[in-house]
């Protein structure tokens, strides 16, 4: 019976790990002007490895994640 609830703690905490990289990689791209569903997607099949991708992912100027790069460097993102 012990086996089978260590294997349920395991399998519990993997399934956190792959919500949050979902939920993760859905707000960067979000953030980053590509919107929710691409994010989400790339999250579920790829889990924690879509959070660097989408770190990695270049932003649209028009997005909130541009327009706060543009205010850092002092240009207008328009």
Not at 22 to 43: P, R
Not at 49 to 71: E, N, Q
């Amino acid at each position: 019976m012990t086996i089978v609830a260590v294997i349920g703690a395991n399998a519990l905490l993997l399934l956190y790990t792959w919500l949050a990289g979902a939920i993760i990689a859905s707000w960067l791209s979000n953030k980053k002007g590509y919107g929710e569903k691409a994010g989400l997607a790339t999250g579920l099949l790829l889990s924690l490895i879509a959070v660097p991708i989408w770190l990695l992912m270049p932003s649209k100027p028009a997005s909130d994640w541009g327009r706060r790069k543009a205010a850092r460097k002092g240009t207008p993102a328009d």
